[in-house]
């Protein structure tokens, strides 16, 4: 028998993340009341325990749910020793920027037994997003799903599924993720590595450990959405299920034009719903993530699995295995990539700036910095346009609204400071400068980056995410991108709407978005060795004309720092 809507809605909400009262499934645009408690957990995996820190004592933590048009209001409370933030990731913060979250940049930490409530509207936006800690690396274990159902009576664009499931990869260290922080930051050298992937808190299978693995189960003729949530730190993954195909619909709460797939390739931060036709008669199929790395850095090299098995399966059946993608397959990752386009429907439209008001041009590289604590006299190091960015002791963002001076300087460099060839040989001195500077845009003005990746130490993938907004994906290349013949190949009329895109090793990727959200938003590597690195900025957007146009006051409960 089919669940009422209103039985629908009680599943979406359980009663231990609801404050007050239990939302009435009919109603739009309502407030949806949430209380997350940061508190420590022990917990076993790879047949050792730890205490991490967790969201209401669940890892992966629960679930956010709400509709298109709804208002969140969702207070976080403290119980741990750390300082803690949560970013909703991909969530527009439209004129809410004192919700974004991320430590420093939009408010100071919520310190250890303080609280503080997050405001935000989920304006023009519906599908599948994710939310986590924003400072040090806590998000390794801080992070869960945001689903946005459409409005009321709204359909998806595609056939509607029997069921939706959410697919959450991680990584997993044995040792506690703050202390590989700490020492890699006092020695100057990398961090250790992952022990394990997980899917959905599950490592599955692995060698000297007889760990469980997450399983789906499924029935026969039957059609399910999966919203696929990569959370992992470092690692960028493919994900793929034995002798079955993917229809993907949306990437980062964006619709796309459905196309077909074998592997799907999911960087940290990015998000894709895809459709699985269970068209089998039955059996067991192996579902694995496994890492991409095609250049020579060290990445945790394990594959992660769970099973897909369908409903009357038995036992003995044999299990269906996957061939997975080598860890350096460019060109599986290139296929995926290359296939998505915005829906760009009547009902979704594409909204491309086609002129520009700012061209940037952002190298992104590594460095290395004198350090004299460090191993060798020497710290690797990140920068963008040879900047690396140093994080300040008051949050930029209530520096910006009351104009508070010293705090960072306007002065971020929308060009190399030294041009070179990017991606040939590197240049003799790998040192950046360090600063804490913002690039200052008018409201309403189009902004077109590209982000042009560097040879310096080694080239590599950078999953890289704008806070506050959406922008297209209009072009990418190999190579040192070319002013003159590059823009003739970019695509003006159905580009790929995300809010966290892959900058190509040895290569660029071309962006635009239209700066109408007044506030600090934050543009920075999505792996997180990169961020803590400096390979990070800031965009301020001022406020245009009016109330409607303009960042809103803080709120009275806004953490100190």
């Not at 404050?19 to 009341?33: D, K, S």
């Not at 430590?103 to 405001?119: E, H, K, L, R, V």
């Not at 003995?316 to 997975?324: D, F, L, R």
Request: proline share 8%; hydrophobic share 40%.
């Amino acid at each position: 028998m089919r669940r009422s809507e209103g039985e629908e809605m009680e599943r979406w909400f359980p009663a231990m993340l609801v404050v007050a009262v239990m939302l009435p499934a009919a109603a739009e645009g309502l407030i949806r009341h949430y209380k997350f408690s940061v508190v420590m957990k022990n917990v076993t995996k790879l047949c050792a325990s730890k205490p991490i820190a967790t969201v209401n004592g669940k890892f992966p933590g629960p679930t956010l749910y709400a509709r298109e048009d709804d208002t969140v209001l969702l207070r976080v409370v403290n119980h741990v020793s750390y300082n803690v933030t949560i970013h909703w990731h991909g969530v527009r913060q439209l004129r809410t920027g004192w919700s974004d979250g991320p430590a420093f940049i939009t408010q100071c930490p919520i310190q250890p037994g303080q609280s503080y409530i997050y405001n935000f509207t989920l304006t023009g936006q519906r599908g599948t997003l994710l939310w986590h800690a924003h400072i040090t690396w806590l998000r390794s274990t801080l992070h869960g799903a945001i689903i946005i159902l459409p409005k009321r009576g709204v359909p998806y664009p595609f056939p509607k599924p029997y069921k939706e499931k959410t697919i959450i990869f991680g990584e997993w260290w044995k040792a506690d993720t703050e202390l590989v922080l700490s020492q890699s930051v006092q020695s100057g050298m990398p961090p250790n590595k992952s022990d394990s992937h997980t899917i959905n808190g599950y490592p599955g299978p692995l060698p000297n450990c007889s760990s469980q693995g997450y399983k789906l189960q499924v029935e026969s003729g039957k059609t399910y959405l999966l919203r696929i949530v990569n959370a992992a730190v470092n690692d960028e993954l493919f994900f793929k299920i034995a002798g079955h195909n993917l229809t993907v619909v949306e990437v980062d709460a964006s619709y796309t034009k459905p196309f077909s797939i074998d592997t799907i390739f999911i960087a940290p931060g990015q998000t894709t719903n895809a459709l699985l036709a269970a068209d089998k008669s039955g059996g067991s199929y192996i579902m694995a993530i496994s890492p991409f790395m095609d250049t020579v850095i060290a990445v945790d090299n394990l594959t992660a699995t769970g099973i897909v098995q369908y409903k009357g399966t038995i036992a003995s059946a044999p299990t269906v295995h996957a061939s997975i993608p080598a860890i350096n397959a460019t060109s599986v990752e290139f296929s995926f990539i290359n296939s998505l386009r915005s829906l760009n429907s009547k009902q979704y439209p594409a909204k491309v700036p086609l002129t520009v008001d700012h061209s940037l041009f952002i190298t992104m590289s590594a460095g290395v910095n004198p350090c004299s604590t460090c191993v060798n006299g020497k710290k690797l190091v990140a920068a963008l346009n040879n900047v690396s960015f140093v994080m300040p002791s008051t949050d930029i963002l209530e520096a910006h609204y009351y104009k508070i001076k010293g705090v960072y300087t306007d002065d971020f460099p929308g060009n190399p400071p030294t041009p070179f060839n990017y991606t040939g040989t590197p240049p003799s001195n790998m040192q950046t400068t360090n600063g804490t500077r913002v690039y200052k845009l008018a409201y309403n003005s189009t902004v077109q980056v590209v982000l042009q990746g560097t040879s310096i130490i080694a080239p590599e993938n950078h999953p890289t995410h704008l806070h506050g907004f959406n922008f297209f994906a209009i072009g990418k290349g190999l190579g040192n991108f070319d002013p003159n013949k590059d823009p003739k190949n970019f695509n003006l009329v159905d580009p790929v709407e995300r809010n966290t895109i892959g900058v190509p090793t040895a290569g660029w990727t071309a962006i635009r978005f239209r700066a109408d959200n007044p506030g600090v938003w934050f543009l920075h590597c999505h792996l997180e060795v990169h961020t803590t690195w400096g390979l990070k900025m800031v965009f301020i957007v001022e406020d245009g004309d009016g109330p409607n146009e303009s960042l809103l006051p803080p709120p009275a409960d806004l953490p100190k720092c």
